[in-house]
């Protein structure tokens, strides 16, 4: 029973609950949403996009060169669709398959310069759905390499939008973290080993950087998933750095930074310390395993030791025996028994940029059947 006296379906849950104050209340489980959570702006664009694309060219093969967003089920309803995703293998991604004339998609995170021409040069038909904000940092790094800088980038080497958005620079460096940030603040200090550092930072710098040479003039861009007050941190940190090399009256000369930060990043992150903020018993996190976004959502809830569980989908819970397979935040998938206490609990529940509503009102289905489970399992 619902807390305003009448019982709903499952399915629009999450509609009713921002009706209601973000809060719905049954068989002795009361959920919290945070105020701000699930598909940003960019990601409903680029989803729209593909799915239109597939309206538009019915009889053409349509290509993707990665997944549209980091959620399985938007994925799987393209692969559904007749949409082809290209492979990436050892050497990098494939796309011997992709013929003249033929539908390219790029994704939300967008494709890196090499990608755009090679697709272009082969005649292929390009729908771009990159997320403008991640236009809005290669405009940053453009600034960068106009003034001869190299682009610190914050981020994830490995991420498809670090890699996007590095194929921008003639120089670039890219740093993970703020311990990373600080180790290449006291190269540029205090020098240091440079066959350290270029075996530290191998996979994650421009060919032939030299952190002897290229350590002059730096500028400031991130992957638009990370966290806020990091990149924010990240950028101070090399301001007063720079300050400190080339004195405060020079400083214009060998740093510049602009506002790239996501405001849909932004707004997930505030809203996910303030629902922490708020002490429930358990925090839900959902959205895909490979979101970086999602990750830090789990990451402050783990920061706040609140029992914490990010799942991807529904599937990851099991009511008969009460667990849960989760990811943590900085490790592997493991499974959790007795996950959900007996007796009234507050849960909090948000998703990632890439999450659809309905993958979390399917979460919630399975959470209020592991509670009629257990209840029942007690009166047996």
């Given amino acids: 029973m619902?807390?305003?006296?009448?019982?709903?379906?499952k399915t629009g849950l999450v509609a009713k609950m921002k009706e209601n104050g973000l809060s719905y209340v049954e068989d002795g489980i009361t959920f919290k949403l945070a105020d701000?959570?699930?598909?940003?702006?960019?990601?409903?664009?680029?989803v729209q996009m593909a799915y239109e694309a597939r309206k538009q060219f019915p009889e053409a093969k349509l290509w993707i060169t990665n997944e549209i967003i980091h959620n399985p089920t938007v994925n799987d309803r393209l692969s559904e669709m007749g949409v082809n995703f290209v492979e990436e293998t050892s050497d990098g991604k494939d796309f011997s398959g992709v013929k003249r004339g033929e539908v390219v998609i790029l994704p939300a995170f967008g494709a890196s310069v090499h990608e755009m021409k090679f697709l272009a040069d082969k005649g292929a038909n390009i729908v771009d759905t990159t997320c403008p904000w991640v236009s809005k940092v290669w405009n940053a790094v453009d600034t960068h390499k106009r003034k001869d800088f190299t682009s610190i980038i914050h981020g994830k080497y490995s991420h498809e939008e670090t890699v996007a958005t590095a194929s921008f620079a003639t120089t670039y460096l890219i740093v993970k973290d703020m311990r990373e940030a600080n180790y290449v603040?006291?190269?540029?200090?205090?020098?240091?080993?440079k066959a350290e550092f270029m075996e530290k930072f191998?996979?994650?710098?421009?060919?032939g950087f030299d952190p002897d040479e290229d350590l002059d003039g730096v500028g400031i861009a991130n992957q638009t998933t990370m966290l806020k007050g990091e990149t924010e941190a990240i950028g101070k940190l090399f301001q007063s750095t720079m300050m400190e090399k080339f004195g405060v009256e020079n400083v214009d000369q060998h740093f510049v930074v602009m506002d790239t930060i996501c405001d849909a990043t932004q707004e997930r992150q505030d809203a996910m310390y303030k629902l922490v903020d708020a002490k429930p018993d358990i925090m839900l996190v959902v959205g895909g395993l490979n979101s970086s976004n999602t990750q830090h959502l789990q990451e402050i809830s783990e920061d706040k030791a609140i029992p914490s569980y990010w799942v991807d989908t529904a599937d990851r819970l099991n009511a008969d025996t009460n667990s849960i397979?989760?990811?943590?935040?900085?490790?592997?998938?493991?499974?959790?028994?007795?996950?959900?206490?007996?007796?009234d609990v507050v849960i909090g529940i948000t998703s990632g940029a890439s999450t659809p509503d309905k993958v979390v009102e399917d979460v919630m289905d399975v959470v209020f059947a592991t509670k009629r489970a257990l209840e029942s399992a007690v009166s047996r």
């Fill in 36 to 46: 701000a959570y699930g598909f940003c702006w960019g990601v409903e664009r680029a």
């Fill in 2 to 9: 619902a807390n305003d006296g009448i019982s709903y379906s």
């Fill in 325 to 343: 397979s989760h990811k943590l935040a900085h490790g592997e998938l493991v499974t959790t028994d007795g996950w959900l206490p007996a007796g």
């Fill in 185 to 193: 603040r006291d190269y540029i200090l205090k020098g240091g080993d």
């Fill in 202 to 207: 191998k996979n994650a710098m421009s060919q």
